[in-house]
Each structure stands twice: as structure tokens, then as C-alpha cells.
């Protein structure tokens, strides 16, 4: 099992991945939220801190939120900036936690590349989510426009391999539309929609040096939301097959 506080300096101020990751945490949630408005959701159950971004947004909208976190590192640095909000953080690797309580709604945002054993984590969350609860998961794209060039670039041999990023980010493996799906799936899940997270065309330092360059980026949230396959990210909302059926 990784040690978290190994990889925590990815989720610090000025990171290298930091425009993307926050371009992309400030955007998801929403999406999320979308979902749920109509659903009288009160409770939420999310895997990971990381940057906080996420946190801070859906804290706003549930009157019980609960966040697992493995790394003393991250919870230090969220509660120095964040000492108000109605948030109960736990310290614990998500493979150790238990709790009898049910949850309206869990949110696995981009959590599953990092895991040792990503189908016991979907298995044993499963038994915390509410009768008619959702499940929402975020995961890096293998398939995503800026991969797919990278391997006819030469820059990696493989669509599924790991590289110097996803390494240094603690990435385990990689997902796309389908394996996700199927996994899931296989897990007792049932996708009921999805759609995808930041179309990227170019990589960061070209964009950087276009005109309009936050109205590029944020075009390109909006225009991914129908291209999941080419995108960066993918996001699915899921309910257990038995809810579902």
C-alpha cells in the first residue's frame, strides 16, 4: 500500500499539474451537483481531500459530509486554511474504513487510478450507499485525445501505460470508457450516465501561448461533456444493479 504522504506534494500550491487539477476539481463537482439537485440528497460520503477544492464546493450543499483521507499531510494542510466548515475529515486508507451509516451519495473522484485493489474498495463501499443511493466515480482517460497523440508521438508505447506524471501522482493504472464500465459492472454497479471531463487538443505550454487562453480552457470543459471517449477525464453516476433494475 502506497504511502500517501509520499505523493502530497502534487496536492500543493503551485504543483506542476496544479492549473489542469484545479481547472478540473473546480469543474466536476458541479456536474455532480446538477445531478443531484432534485434528489433531496443530505448526505455525502467523498473519498479523498486532495486539493480541497472538491470539498469546498460540495460541503455547501449537504448537511452531512463526511471526507476519508489517508494523508495527515493533505488533512494538515486543508484544515489550516479551511477551520470553519461542517466537514468530518477521517484519517484512514479507504481499504480500513467501516462505518454503519448509509449515505445518500459517494463520490470517488479520481481516487480508483491510485488504489491497491480498486474492486475491494468498490465492494466494500457499496454496503455504505443508501437503498436509493448514487455513486459517482471520476478517473483519468487512457483513451483521451492528448494520450492517443502521445503514443503516435512515440512519447509512450501503450495507451494503458503509466507515465512520469502519472507516476509521480501515485497512478496505479489507467481506465477508459469501456474497462470502466465493465469493471464497475462487474463490481454490482450500473452506469446510468456519464459524460466527459476537459477535451484537451494541445498540451499545456501550446495552450498557454494561444489568445483567450481561460476561455480556451473553459470551452473545452464544455465541449467534453459529449466526447467522453477523447477526453482527459472521465465521470459516471452509478446506483446498485438491484436499485437500478
Not at 112 to 137: K, S, T
Not at 157 to 184: M, P
Request: charged share 20%.
Amino acid at each position: 500500500m502506497n504511502n500517501l504522504n509520499d505523493v502530497a506534494s502534487h496536492y500543493m500550491p503551485g504543483a506542476p499539474t496544479a492549473i489542469e487539477n484545479e481547472l478540473i476539481l473546480n469543474w466536476y463537482p458541479h456536474r455532480i451537483l446538477s445531478r443531484l439537485k432534485e434528489c433531496g440528497t443530505k448526505s455525502l460520503l467523498e473519498l479523498g481531500l486532495g486539493h480541497g477544492h472538491t470539498a469546498l464546493i460540495f460541503n455547501k450543499f449537504f448537511r452531512r459530509h463526511v471526507v476519508i483521507e489517508g494523508s495527515s499531510v493533505v488533512i494538515d494542510l486543508f484544515k489550516t486554511k479551511n477551520k470553519s466548515l461542517n466537514i468530518e475529515i477521517i484519517e484512514s486508507y479507504f481499504e480500513n474504513y467501516s462505518t454503519a451509516e448509509k449515505f445518500d451519495a459517494i463520490v470517488m473522484g479520481f481516487v480508483l487510478e491510485h488504489i491497491d485493489d480498486p474492486g475491494m474498495v468498490l465492494d466494500r463501499f457499496r454496503q455504505y450507499l443508501a437503498p436509493d443511493g448514487r455513486l459517482f466515480v471520476a478517473v483519468p482517460n487512457a483513451k483521451s485525445l492528448n494520450r492517443r497523440l502521445g503514443v503516435e508521438l512515440g512519447i509512450i508505447n501503450d495507451i494503458y501505460d503509466l507515465n512520469e506524471n502519472d507516476i509521480a501522482q501515485g497512478h496505479q493504472r489507467q481506465f477508459c470508457r469501456a474497462t470502466l464500465k465493465s469493471f464497475l459492472g462487474d463490481h454490482g454497479f450500473e452506469v446510468v450516465w456519464e459524460e466527459g471531463i476537459y477535451l484537451k487538443p494541445l498540451p499545456l505550454g501550446l495552450l498557454q501561448q494561444l489568445p483567450r487562453f481561460h476561455d480556451n480552457l473553459q470551452a473545452m470543459l464544455k465541449v467534453g461533456i459529449d466526447f467522453p471517449d477523447l477526453c482527459v477525464g472521465l465521470l459516471m453516476e452509478m446506483r446498485n444493479q438491484k436499485s437500478a433494475s
